[in-house]
């Protein structure tokens, strides 16, 4: 499968006292407005990714808030992340992701809607199973 992204290193950060780098996602150009963009913080000592800033202007339905932001005369500023702290058998899973659809800046800024999903009581189970083979 071909790639869909070009990737570029941001800069060094830190998330919780661990190493990270940041890393720009954007799509290559037969793929642009048909994949999501953003930021990846990536764990430097092993590469998994603990966080993703999105990027809004990515989101299908995007329109819709310049739409509003327009009927406001505020500018957009909608902000999205997604957040990987649960790890089981070296996987990542999301901990907590967070979309607010807000407009204006500083005292002016206006929050239309936040939703914010917290994963919680992962169950986690094995499945066994047993293969036979017949001949007929």
């Not at 998994?48 to 995007?62: H, R, T």
Request: net charge positive; with cysteine.
């Amino acid at each position: 499968a071909a790639a869909r992204h070009d990737y570029k290193l941001v800069k060094e950060d830190k998330i919780k006292g661990e190493a990270v780098v940041v890393i720009t996602c954007v799509p290559k150009v037969e793929f642009a407005g048909k994949v999501l963009s953003g930021r990846a913080s990536v764990r430097a000592k092993d590469g998994a990714v603990l966080k993703i800033d999105w990027d809004p202007e990515s989101f299908g339905g995007y329109k819709e808030v310049l739409s509003v932001a327009e009927k406001f005369k505020m500018p957009p500023t909608v902000k999205s992340f997604t957040e990987f702290g649960m790890e089981k058998n070296g996987l990542r899973f999301p901990s907590r992701d967070v979309t607010e659809e807000a407009y204006g800046a500083g005292r002016a800024k206006f929050i239309r809607s936040t939703t914010t999903i917290q994963y919680k009581e992962y169950k986690f189970f094995t499945v066994e199973t047993e293969t036979g083979i017949r001949m007929p």
